[in-house]
């Protein structure tokens, strides 16, 4: 059994009436690739966006390799190891997609010197490979604003890998790409978050991508996780056939 | 301090209070529903002043009664809405609504400085004054302090019938929800076929009526001069930042606070009553980051 | 074409034919004092008033405006004044090194609390905090002079005291070494990795924050280079001009600022200085022939810059000579 990475505590968080997640008790394992699957509103990207502290819980504990890190501000997390990214990629729009990746290296370690240019940085080269290995090698040099939604979905995740975290969250990570890639872009980040011993959590409606590329699947439904198990227990589960396949159809 | 000079201090914030509070409230309500901060709001406050000190000394040189001024007032603060404002926005702003709040504000800027020069040219540089409508209305003594009756129960009237005016009309007439809803949600609004440009006219019509009257109900109370449309922006930025931009009960309340704060300044401290505006901006930006009324718009990831 | 606008590759085109205008265009300012004498002052004011300018340039370039950057000009020059007083006869390095360093502790005051508001809340409490120090300054007459100011009395220079044809003289050089050596150093900053984290806070801030890097540090950093910059410009200001006066930190001072960056171009070191001294020769002239009405021009002026050409004069320059290179007035 390895380490837990990431866990929750008794997550309870509600806003105006709505319970978004109850007693919510989770844990992710180091090296394990979990998939997080339910119904639209079911409070997936909530559960995100609680554990990587944009939003507090009503009540719970989040804990990322042991620590509590609950209180903490998402740039703190981040500096722990989390590395997220988003359903609506969130991306520097005047700048090109090399130079976003630029940016995310640079946050870590150069920001001691006003005169160095940022585009000679030593990893550069690295970064190029790395919109090569998402397949927007030729977006390099486009500002991100000109680019499609697919390409940029690709590059969120990109500067979330430029991290080199312990722990990604991707929330539907391959939504907006053509669906004749989909299976090749996985393919490639799943080995690459392998080969860098990265552990992964993502949100995906794509039950293909599941069956596929996830060792583990979680059942989100109103605010909880319902059922959790391997990728085979869990598509061929009547409940979520029901509750969450059936809605794909 | 004594009684009478508690009380003259008082009188003096509410009144300025009232003024600030009319003027704010154009400003807010442009704002709240535009997303500009109109700097020549300023301008059309003095512009209102002037107008309506040359619509009075001109109606009262062909022997009409004094009492005649307030109509008259009236009368140069739909003007300056229409006039000055009604082109302002048709002409100018339209154009750059797609551009950044950046060029947008240094264009009211631009309009500002524009209209500073006007009243120049217009209306040259000495200082201009018509206290017949103070003289109408007479003096109230209270408590043994002597005060106008213009300034004591005038203006704050006034102020309070537009802030109920105002939230009657934004919540329960046909146009004001029109507004309200183009304010929250633009695109929303245009799909269920309201006319964004209309809106957006009317709202700034009607806030540069607001400041107008702002500068005709000042215009008996003091000496009208180059430079007053300059105080007064930036005193009005200074209500509605504090309130929450586009809060307009909260424009109240913070102008009362302003004009109170700055009155009693001026009576016990004299030396920071020009600093209490922006002291007391700081203070509530500071515990309360958005305003005292705004909320806080959270980013939706 | 896919209009591509990678950094390296702007610069190399702008340097062409544009970077040659520039050094043609510095070439002419340090043949004024020989060649133009008269308009010696005025190009000193503007180059002064330009490095203030480029203060508020660096917010922009993070979509930020501040309202009451001229803080930073006049404190600058009233540390530079007080100086003189307390220690007649300082160096006028000393002097500047004395007004930059009180621009930048200043910075950091009020940057910590300005750091975290945005947009119009952000402009209006920078302008706050001006209004906060110019009224301190006319009230409180004993210290400060109040409304007539201080006088700054010219400073030595290597030891030597000069008479006011050779300090002219002398600021007007520094003045112009600083000018490009800080639009220099500015433009690398862009550049450089912190310097680019600064800029992000215009376009995704939660971004920034998921990378780590907390949006009002970054933010500071780039407030407390805008504070330096406009504190040299205004002590720079103060010596030239030998008297230094509560005018510098009103509120209209700062809006002039704004006006002549937008004016330049947002966000362009060049357009910060161009704009300047535009602006100062406009200024100067209309108020001699057109009193009654400069402020009516440059409002017009204004107005057209923002309607037919939002990128300023930089932007105008760039699409004259890199016609068909795309987008043109980011200022890179």
Known sequence: MSDVLLETRNLVIKFGGVTAADNVSLKIHAGHNLAIIGPNGAGKTTFLNICTGWIKPSQGQVLFEGEDITPLPPRKIVQRGVARAFQIPQLFTEHTALENLLIAVSARDHLRNPLMDMHAIPERDEMLHLLDMVGCADAADTVVVELAEGQRKLIDVAVALALKPKLLLLDEPTSGVASSEKHAIMEILIGALKEADVTSVFVEHDMGIVDRYADEVAVWNSGDVQLRGTPAEILEHPDVIRDVIGEGV | MNLAIFLLALFDGVAYAALVFIVALGLTLIFGVMRILNVAHGSLYAIGAYASVSLTGYALSLGFAPVLAFPLMIVSAVLVGILIGAPLEKFLLRRIYDKSEVLQLLMTFAVFMILEDVQRLVWGTRPYFDSSALQVLGNVTVFGVTYTAYQMILLPLIAVALLLGMRFFLRHTVTGKLITATTEDREAAQSIGVDADKVFLFTFVIGAILAGLGGALASPTTSILPGMGADMIVLSFAVVATAGLGQIEGAALTALMIGLGRSFAVYLYPEISVLVPYLIMVLVLLVRPEGLFGTPGARKI | ?332
């Open chain 3, 1 to 332: 074409m896919t209009t591509t606008t990678e950094q390296s590759k702007v610069n190399a085109r702008m340097k062409n034919p544009l970077f040659l205008l520039w050094i043609i265009g510095i070439l002419a300012i340090a043949a004024v004092p020989f060649a133009m004498p008269s308009l010696q002052l005025l190009v000193s004011f503007a180059m002064a008033k330009g490095l203030g300018v480029l203060g508020v340039t660096v917010l922009l370039r993070a979509g930020q405006v501040s309202f009451g950057h001229a803080l930073y000009f006049g404190i600058s020059a009233y540390a530079g004044a007080f100086l003189m007083a307390s220690m007649p006869g300082t160096d006028f390095v000393i002097v500047m090194i004395a007004g930059t360093l009180g621009a930048v502790l200043a910075g950091l005051l009020v940057g910590l609390f300005v750091v975290r508001y945005r947009g119009i809340f952000f402009g209006m409490l920078n302008l706050a905090f001006s209004m906060i120090f110019w009224s301190i300054l006319e009230k409180f007459y004993h210290y400060t002079g109040g409304a007539d100011g201080i006088r700054l009395p010219r400073p030595t220079v290597l030891g030597n005291t000069l008479d006011h044809v050779q300090f002219e003289l002398v600021l007007f050089y520094t003045a112009m070494v600083l000018m490009v050596a800080l639009g220099w150093f500015t433009t690398r900053w862009f550049a450089s990795p912190i310097g680019q984290l600064f800029q992000t806070i215009k376009t995704n801030e939660t971004r920034l924050e998921y990378l780590g890097v907390s949006p009002r540090r970054a933010l500071l950093s780039g407030y407390l280079l805008s504070a330096a910059l406009c504190g040299v410009g205004g002590v720079m200001m103060g010596m030239a001009q030998g008297v230094v006066t509560p005018e510098y930190v009103w509120w209209v001072r700062s809006a002039e600022m704004v006006f002549i960056a937008v004016l330049g171009g947002a966000g362009s070191v060049q357009g910060a200085f161009l704009g300047a001294l535009i602006y100062e020769f406009v200024r100067t002239y209309a108020s001699v022939y057109a009193g009654d009405i400069w402020q009516m021009i440059l409002g017009g002026f204004l107005l057209i810059i923002i309607l037919f050409a939002p990128g300023g004069l930089i932007a105008i320059l760039n699409s004259l000579f890199n016609r068909g290179s795309g987008k043109g007035g980011t200022g890179k």
